[in-house]
Protein backbone atom coordinates (compact mmCIF):
# COMPACT_ATOMS: atom_id res chain seq x y z
CA UNK A 1 0.00 0.00 0.00
CA UNK A 2 1.46 3.40 -1.00
CA UNK A 3 1.98 5.73 1.25
CA UNK A 4 0.03 9.66 0.78
CA UNK A 5 2.18 12.47 0.46
CA UNK A 6 1.93 13.52 3.82
CA UNK A 7 3.18 9.99 5.32
CA UNK A 8 5.85 10.24 3.10
CA UNK A 9 7.16 13.46 4.65
CA UNK A 10 6.22 12.35 7.99
CA UNK A 11 8.64 8.99 7.79
CA UNK A 12 11.24 10.91 6.01
CA UNK A 13 11.21 13.25 8.88
CA UNK A 14 11.61 10.26 11.47
CA UNK A 15 13.90 8.16 9.56
CA UNK A 16 16.46 10.93 9.15
CA UNK A 17 15.74 12.79 12.47
CA UNK A 18 15.59 15.90 10.32
CA UNK A 19 14.92 19.39 12.65
CA UNK A 20 14.50 16.67 15.21
CA UNK A 21 14.81 18.50 18.92
CA UNK A 22 14.81 15.38 21.31
CA UNK A 23 16.06 11.85 21.61
CA UNK A 24 14.39 8.54 22.89
CA UNK A 25 16.73 5.71 23.55
CA UNK A 26 15.57 2.42 23.85
CA UNK A 27 18.91 -0.03 25.17
CA UNK A 28 21.32 2.06 23.33
CA UNK A 29 19.11 2.27 20.34
CA UNK A 30 18.60 6.15 19.84
CA UNK A 31 15.57 7.50 17.58
CA UNK A 32 15.63 11.29 16.86
CA UNK A 33 12.31 12.50 17.29
CA UNK A 34 10.38 15.42 17.20
CA UNK A 35 8.32 16.92 20.51
CA UNK A 36 5.21 18.21 18.30
CA UNK A 37 5.03 14.79 17.28
CA UNK A 38 5.49 12.75 19.71
CA UNK A 39 4.83 14.87 23.08
CA UNK A 40 1.35 16.21 21.69
CA UNK A 41 0.12 12.33 21.80
CA UNK A 42 1.66 11.09 24.36
CA UNK A 43 1.10 12.41 28.12
CA UNK A 44 4.22 10.42 29.46
CA UNK A 45 6.27 11.72 27.30
CA UNK A 46 4.79 15.29 27.41
CA UNK A 47 5.36 15.13 31.26
CA UNK A 48 8.94 14.19 31.15
CA UNK A 49 9.98 17.11 28.51
CA UNK A 50 8.27 20.03 30.44
CA UNK A 51 8.42 18.92 34.35
CA UNK A 52 11.38 19.94 35.32
CA UNK A 53 12.67 16.52 34.99
CA UNK A 54 16.49 15.67 33.86
CA UNK A 55 15.20 14.62 30.43
CA UNK A 56 13.25 18.38 29.85
CA UNK A 57 17.22 19.77 30.26
CA UNK A 58 18.85 17.61 28.37
CA UNK A 59 16.34 16.43 25.89
CA UNK A 60 16.79 13.12 26.41
CA UNK A 61 14.44 10.19 27.56
CA UNK A 62 16.30 6.58 28.32
CA UNK A 63 14.08 4.09 28.51
CA UNK A 64 16.07 0.89 29.42
CA UNK A 65 13.89 -1.58 30.33
CA UNK A 66 11.95 -1.32 26.80
CA UNK A 67 12.27 -3.15 23.48
CA UNK A 68 13.46 -1.06 20.98
CA UNK A 69 11.01 -2.67 18.09
CA UNK A 70 8.18 -1.65 20.22
CA UNK A 71 9.48 1.52 20.59
CA UNK A 72 10.24 1.84 17.08
CA UNK A 73 6.22 0.86 16.49
CA UNK A 74 4.97 3.78 18.73
CA UNK A 75 6.90 6.29 17.06
CA UNK A 76 5.91 4.73 13.90
CA UNK A 77 2.44 5.11 15.16
CA UNK A 78 3.00 8.67 16.03
CA UNK A 79 4.12 9.56 12.82
CA UNK A 80 2.16 7.63 10.35
CA UNK A 81 -0.78 6.72 12.71
CA UNK A 82 -0.19 3.30 11.85
CA UNK A 83 2.14 1.68 14.10
CA UNK A 84 3.10 -1.76 11.86
CA UNK A 85 4.21 0.88 8.95
CA UNK A 86 8.32 0.76 8.91
CA UNK A 87 9.89 2.75 6.60
CA UNK A 88 9.56 0.01 3.71
CA UNK A 89 6.10 -0.59 4.06
CA UNK A 90 4.04 -2.78 5.62
CA UNK A 91 5.23 -5.53 7.15
CA UNK A 92 2.48 -7.95 8.13
CA UNK A 93 3.47 -12.18 8.39
CA UNK A 94 -0.15 -13.75 9.18
CA UNK A 95 1.29 -16.85 8.57
CA UNK A 96 2.55 -16.62 12.54
CA UNK A 97 -0.42 -15.54 14.60
CA UNK A 98 1.30 -16.24 17.30
CA UNK A 99 4.14 -13.70 16.76
CA UNK A 100 2.20 -10.96 15.88
CA UNK A 101 -0.38 -11.93 19.17
CA UNK A 102 2.90 -11.74 21.55
CA UNK A 103 3.85 -8.45 19.56
CA UNK A 104 0.63 -6.72 19.20
CA UNK A 105 0.25 -7.07 22.90
CA UNK A 106 3.68 -5.94 23.61
CA UNK A 107 2.30 -2.49 21.75
CA UNK A 108 -0.54 -2.52 23.25
CA UNK A 109 0.87 -2.46 27.46
CA UNK A 110 3.61 0.14 25.63
CA UNK A 111 0.51 2.09 24.60
CA UNK A 112 -0.97 2.00 28.03
CA UNK A 113 2.58 3.08 29.68
CA UNK A 114 2.96 6.05 27.33
CA UNK A 115 -1.00 7.01 27.60
CA UNK A 116 -1.42 7.01 23.76
CA UNK A 117 -4.99 5.83 23.68
CA UNK A 118 -5.05 6.16 20.17
CA UNK A 119 -2.86 3.64 19.75
CA UNK A 120 -3.99 1.46 22.47
CA UNK A 121 -7.22 1.40 20.75
CA UNK A 122 -5.61 0.30 17.19
CA UNK A 123 -3.40 -2.34 19.30
CA UNK A 124 -6.62 -4.00 20.80
CA UNK A 125 -8.91 -4.14 17.85
CA UNK A 126 -5.60 -5.67 16.27
CA UNK A 127 -5.45 -7.92 18.73
CA UNK A 128 -9.08 -9.92 18.89
CA UNK A 129 -8.61 -9.83 15.18
CA UNK A 130 -5.59 -12.34 15.69
CA UNK A 131 -6.85 -14.34 18.30
CA UNK A 132 -10.06 -15.00 16.89
CA UNK A 133 -7.76 -16.30 13.75
CA UNK A 134 -5.20 -18.19 16.03
CA UNK A 135 -5.06 -22.35 16.21
CA UNK A 136 -2.50 -23.13 18.54
CA UNK A 137 -0.72 -25.61 17.86
CA UNK A 138 -0.98 -27.77 21.05
CA UNK A 139 -2.74 -26.51 24.45
CA UNK A 140 0.19 -24.75 25.69
CA UNK A 141 0.84 -22.54 23.30
CA UNK A 142 -2.87 -21.62 23.37
CA UNK A 143 -3.17 -21.58 27.71
CA UNK A 144 0.27 -19.66 27.34
CA UNK A 145 -1.23 -16.85 25.07
CA UNK A 146 -4.19 -16.52 27.16
CA UNK A 147 -2.13 -15.81 29.96
CA UNK A 148 0.07 -13.39 28.72
CA UNK A 149 -3.22 -11.15 27.36
CA UNK A 150 -5.11 -11.71 31.05
CA UNK A 151 -2.03 -10.60 33.00
CA UNK A 152 -1.47 -7.44 30.73
CA UNK A 153 -4.93 -6.17 29.70
CA UNK A 154 -7.91 -4.47 31.94
CA UNK A 155 -9.80 -7.72 34.13
CA UNK A 156 -12.87 -5.88 32.76
CA UNK A 157 -12.58 -5.21 29.54
CA UNK A 158 -15.15 -6.96 28.01
CA UNK A 159 -13.85 -7.32 24.21
CA UNK A 160 -11.19 -9.87 25.77
CA UNK A 161 -13.45 -11.59 28.27
CA UNK A 162 -16.06 -12.22 25.19
CA UNK A 163 -13.16 -13.53 22.59
CA UNK A 164 -11.30 -15.73 25.40
CA UNK A 165 -14.81 -17.30 26.17
CA UNK A 166 -14.89 -18.06 22.49
CA UNK A 167 -11.77 -19.83 22.11
CA UNK A 168 -12.69 -22.26 25.24
CA UNK A 169 -16.10 -22.84 23.89
CA UNK A 170 -14.70 -23.68 20.51
CA UNK A 171 -11.72 -26.23 22.38
CA UNK A 172 -14.21 -27.33 25.18
CA UNK A 173 -12.72 -30.54 25.07
CA UNK A 174 -9.17 -29.88 25.17
CA UNK A 175 -9.41 -27.41 27.56
CA UNK A 176 -11.88 -30.32 29.93
CA UNK A 177 -9.18 -33.13 29.10
CA UNK A 178 -5.70 -31.90 29.81
CA UNK A 179 -4.18 -31.03 32.85
CA UNK A 180 -3.19 -27.34 31.28
CA UNK A 181 -6.61 -26.62 29.79
CA UNK A 182 -8.46 -27.94 33.76
CA UNK A 183 -5.50 -25.23 35.63
CA UNK A 184 -5.89 -22.36 33.43
CA UNK A 185 -9.80 -23.24 33.79
CA UNK A 186 -9.43 -22.94 37.77
CA UNK A 187 -6.94 -19.91 37.15
CA UNK A 188 -9.79 -18.44 35.65
CA UNK A 189 -13.27 -18.85 37.11
CA UNK A 190 -15.07 -15.75 35.47
CA UNK A 191 -14.10 -17.27 32.18
CA UNK A 192 -15.29 -20.85 33.29
CA UNK A 193 -18.57 -19.73 34.80
CA UNK A 194 -19.08 -17.51 31.69
CA UNK A 195 -18.61 -20.43 29.28
CA UNK A 196 -20.81 -22.25 31.44
CA UNK A 197 -23.33 -19.84 30.80
CA UNK A 198 -23.17 -19.59 26.91
CA UNK A 199 -23.09 -23.28 26.93
CA UNK A 200 -26.60 -23.86 28.88
CA UNK A 201 -28.01 -20.59 27.32
CA UNK A 202 -27.57 -22.44 23.74
CA UNK A 203 -28.65 -25.47 24.79
CA UNK A 204 -31.94 -23.81 26.30
CA UNK A 205 -32.41 -22.40 22.86
CA UNK A 206 -32.29 -25.15 20.86
CA UNK A 207 -34.16 -27.24 23.08
CA UNK A 208 -37.80 -28.47 21.90
CA UNK A 209 -40.61 -26.18 22.16
CA UNK A 210 -38.27 -23.63 23.94
CA UNK A 211 -38.91 -21.17 21.22
CA UNK A 212 -38.44 -18.15 24.10
CA UNK A 213 -36.08 -19.62 26.22
CA UNK A 214 -38.37 -18.57 29.08
CA UNK A 215 -40.30 -21.21 31.10
CA UNK A 216 -43.51 -21.13 30.71
CA UNK A 217 -45.73 -20.61 34.12
CA UNK A 218 -48.67 -22.66 34.08
CA UNK A 219 -51.54 -21.39 36.59
CA UNK A 220 -53.64 -23.91 39.22
CA UNK A 221 -56.81 -24.51 37.84
CA UNK A 222 -59.78 -22.37 39.97
CA UNK A 223 -61.59 -24.36 42.06
Known amino acids: MALSAFQATMKDLLANGKYSDMVISSQGRDFAVHRAVVCSQSTFFDAAMKGGFKEGATSRI ?3 EDDPEIIERVLNFCYLQDESMYPGGYIVDFSDLE ?4 T ?12 IPALQKLARSRLLVYLRNYEARDIEDLVGVLRNIRRSILPQDDGFLECITGIILFRTRIFLNTDTGVEFLNEE ?21 NVNLKRRVVKEPEH
Open 189 to 209: PELAVTALRVVVEERDRLAPG
Open 62 to 64: ELL
Open 104 to 115: QLAVWVAADKFH
Open 99 to 102: TLIR
